[in-house]
């Protein structure tokens, strides 16, 4: 089984630029999230999503977005790369909103310089 | 807003020591799920344990224990006898109606 995919591993954008993370999971679950990871901040929720169609914002938001058309797939775009946004950023999955533990993808480094 | 709490950064102890992790959490949520994660060097994130909010019964699992207490809202764990390959961070984490949110992290430490 994948699990959950991210790609790309590494990335290096210049301030400014836009792009963006892959996340795909093969497990048929409805719950997806995006974390980012900062050294001493734990993981930070970016943006949710329940189900298809669905999406909701997170702990930090802003500068990101997100789209949810198929139950297998969550990107998560930059739209004007800033140097704070650098950080590792993991995608997670889970099958609902209960017990069961997030699912997570292996993180994407960025880098904005 | 929910939020968790791990007020200790990082940990050192030498093989074969007990060593706990706290975790104070925060939720308006009447029902809710603790977790506790672990980061090893490689980067991965790895599911520990679980606990409904509605079921306080402590239990052990191996090398692993936890000690859940509503009254305090405190979600701690435990490592007995800790070995070299538990050196890792560790995440505790809150599950509330729609997400999940992380507390900062413990770093820990077993020296040979």
């Known amino acids: 089984n994948a699990g959950v995919t991210q790609t790309p591993k590494f990335q290096v954008l210049k301030t400014g630029q836009s792009m963006t993370l892959q996340c795909a999971q093969d497990?048929?679950?409805?719950?997806m999230s995006w974390y980012r990871q900062d050294p001493g901040m734990g993981l930070r929720l970016i943006h949710y999503s329940v189900g298809a169609g669905i999406t909701d914002q997170g702990e930090v938001p802003n500068g990101y977005n997100v789209s949810r058309s198929t139950t297998e797939d969550f990107p998560l775009r930059l739209l004007s790369a800033a140097p704070s946004q650098t950080s590792v950023y993991f995608c997670?999955?889970?099958?609902?909103?209960?017990?069961?533990?997030?699912?997570f993808g292996n993180g994407t480094r960025l880098t904005v310089t | 807003a929910q939020k968790v709490t791990q007020a200790q950064t990082e940990i050192s102890v030498v093989e074969k020591e007990d060593v706990t992790l706290d975790c104070v959490y925060e939720t308006r949520d009447t029902t809710y799920y603790l977790f506790w994660y672990k980061q090893p060097p490689s980067g991965e994130l790895v599911f520990l344990i679980r606990r409904n909010s509605f079921d306080e019964q402590n239990e052990i699992s191996g090398r692993y224990s936890w000690n859940f207490q509503k009254s305090t809202s405190s979600f701690n764990f435990t490592i007995t006898a800790s070995q070299v390959v538990d050196s890792a961070v560790y995440f505790c984490a809150l599950r509330g109606y729609n997400d999940m949110r992380f507390g900062a992290g413990t770093r820990l430490t077993v020296k040979p």
């Open positions: 997670a999955s889970s099958p609902g909103r209960d017990n069961s533990p997030l699912h």
């Open positions: 497990m048929n679950h409805e719950y």
